[in-house]
């Protein structure tokens, strides 16, 4: 898998919110550093932080290939969804560091776009041992 494969894995796992598939993308040991001090290690917890993308519909994403290397490689992500739940995503929001826009009763809930540039380092078997991404979000009115 090249830095291409991966980008557009990454992309089908998130439009499809398929957690053991993005867990499947890296070796066993692989690491997904979310933001500059969380990291998720191995099968279990990939795809356990990734159930987080079902607090999302309506998944629009686009990748593109910044820079590819022999180890790897950049790329850009952009993707826009619709919250799910309220509930559910105030509790990410608050694990993330992300504002919680001000909803009031029977407000409909936001569209969120995330735009991100990720970092990948994949093993002679295509597959990542290490991403490191960079992100941040905005809320639109629903």
């Known amino acids: 898998m090249s830095i291409h494969d ?15 598939g993005f867990a499947a993308l890296f070796t066993r040991a692989g690491r997904y550093w979310n933001t500059p001090f969380q990291v998720q290690t191995g099968p279990e917890e990939l795809a356990a932080y990734w159930d987080r993308i079902k607090l999302q519909e309506d998944i629009s994403i686009r990748t593109r290939v910044l820079a590819e290397t022999q180890e790897g490689g950049l790329g850009h992500w952009n993707v826009s969804y619709h919250v799910s739940s309220p509930e559910l995503f105030e509790i990410w929001a608050r694990s993330t560091g992300t504002g919680v826009p001000h909803l009031s009763p029977g407000d409909p809930l936001p569209r969120m776009e995330l735009d ?23 809320a639109h009115p629903g």
Do not use: K
Request: charged share 20%; no cysteine.
């Open 116 to 138: 991100g540039m990720l970092q990948a380092r994949l093993a002679p078997d295509g597959l990542a041992q290490e991403v490191r991404i960079w992100w941040h979000s905005v």
């Open 6 to 20: 991966f980008m557009a894995a990454y992309a089908r796992v998130w439009e499809t919110q398929d957690s053991p």
